[in-house]
């Protein structure tokens, strides 16, 4: 008995994805639940299980190739039948046309991108290489390989089309590695661009004194940690500062629709975190309803799965503000890019001792940097200043957050 392995529903408004990678090839054994192949999509990058265990037949979509939501990916043989000896299956489309005579036997899969490059460059005939990749596709390590045989291109052979950058000089180019960029990184460019050619995005900046806040840090961490089984970090502090000042400075919190602002009553605030394909921006919802503690676990937990590419597209959607801490990286100052639509970004930086007058005296003071860039549209140069200054105010006497002051 065979089962089509079909691309699941991807989540809201995602209605395609692109093939990562292949973890099982035709004829391998495979248990049920075990991962399968991985999509990339512009939101998330998830792995598809086999539904039951048995011998993966015939792949149709390969690494690379875009596919729609419900499209067949391979089937799967239950049982230990030989997956070699089942038919390929057909995917829903027009009957393919009649092949063409060719001075080799085609491969059923184009080359791949940068093999297909390096060809052009090196005037290689396609038909003399022979492709290692799955269904036959040719990668650069055959096109370097073939070169290394001696292979040429027919004379008279017109180069493939290839991007529209300077050519590197032959030295180069057999060290350098074309790589397809990921449907999230796509995204990430395409929306940072937007974000910058869309708003008015202009940037403020503040120091704030960490010396309260790493003092109180210091003196709670172990009874918080024992307490709540979570570390006591700083984003939490920064969570409830600019939750704080939101309530004092909405428009902050808002976004443009066309002529109208949409003032939004409640803080959903995304934090900005490194995963191993790219940024992403988890959403903490509610954030101004919740503890210290909650924000903390909420914070830990999605950094966590973003580093195991666990997260949900609907985890990363409906932000109102987001936070980006660089300071973990090293960053002393930066101007970050509006999250679009949200109309601010607050950027964090790392603390470092730095003399600093206080009533009349040189002090030495952990001081960090802080960046709002904002959307000036929106939001006024007065507004994003005091915006700011609450937010440090909040920070350099955490009384006030307790308080509510």
Same mark, same amino acid.
């Given at each position: ?32 639940? /075990? ?11 998830? /792995? ?14 390969? /690494? ?8 067949? %990916?391979?089937? %799967? ?19 393919? =046309? ?67 950058? =300077? ?34 995005? %202009? ?53 443009i629709d066309g ?10 605030l995304g934090v900005?975190? &490194? ?6 921006? =988890? ?71 730095r003399p600093v007058?206080?009533? &009349?005296?040189?002090?030495?003071? =952990? ?13 006024? &140069? ?24």
């Amino acid at each position: 008995m065979a089962t089509e392995i079909k691309v699941p529903t991807l989540g809201e408004s995602v209605t395609e994805a692109t093939i990562g990678q292949w973890f099982k090839a035709t004829g391998d054994a495979v248990q049920a639940d /075990e991962p399968l192949v991985e999509l990339e999509t512009d939101k998330v990058t998830i /792995e598809v299980p086999a539904p039951v265990s048995g011998t993966l037949g015939d792949i149709v979509a390969a /690494e690379g190739e875009t596919v729609e939501v419900g499209a067949l %990916l391979a089937m %799967l043989l239950e049982g230990e039948g030989a997956a070699a000896a089942a038919p390929a299956p057909k995917k829903e489309t027009a009957p393919a =046309p009649a092949p063409v005579a060719a001075p080799a036997a085609p491969t059923s899969m184009p080359p791949a991108p940068s093999a297909a490059k390096m060809m052009a460059e090196k005037k290689v005939d396609p038909a003399s290489v022979a492709g290692s990749g799955v269904r036959g596709q040719v990668l650069k390590g055959d096109v370097i390989n073939a070169i290394a045989a001696g292979a040429t291109a027919p004379v008279g052979a017109q180069p493939a089309p290839v991007a529209n950058r =300077p050519a590197s000089a032959p030295d180069d180019a057999a060290r350098e590695e074309r790589v397809r960029m990921t449907k999230l990184r796509q995204t990430i460019a395409r929306r940072l661009k937007d974000a910058q050619s869309t708003a008015a995005m %202009l940037t403020t900046f503040n120091d704030v004194d960490m010396s309260a806040v790493m003092d109180m840090r210091k003196q709670y961490k172990d009874l918080f940690e024992k307490k709540h089984g979570v570390r006591l970090g700083f984003m939490g502090f920064f969570a409830k500062a600019i939750c704080k000042a939101l309530e004092e400075i909405p428009a902050v919190n808002a976004e443009i629709d066309g002529t109208d602002i949409i003032y939004k009553h409640f803080v959903h605030l995304g934090v900005a975190v &490194g995963s191993p394909r790219g940024l992403v921006v =988890p959403v903490v919802r509610d954030a101004d309803k919740m503890s210290l503690a909650e924000i903390e676990k909420a914070i830990a937990e999605f950094g966590r799965r973003a580093r195991d590419g666990q997260l949900t597209i609907e985890e990363m959607q409906g932000g109102t503000f987001t936070v980006s801490n660089g300071g973990v990286y090293g960053s002393m100052m930066s101007t970050p890019i509006l999250n679009a639509p949200q109309s601010g970004i607050l950027g964090m930086h790392r603390i470092e001792d730095r003399p600093v007058v206080r009533n &009349g005296q040189i002090v030495i003071r =952990p001081m960090m940097y802080l960046a709002l860039s904002y959307d000036h549209r929106i939001v006024d &140069g007065k507004e994003a200043v005091t915006f700011l200054v609450r937010v440090k105010e909040s920070l350099e006497d955490p009384q006030r957050l307790v308080m509510d002051i």
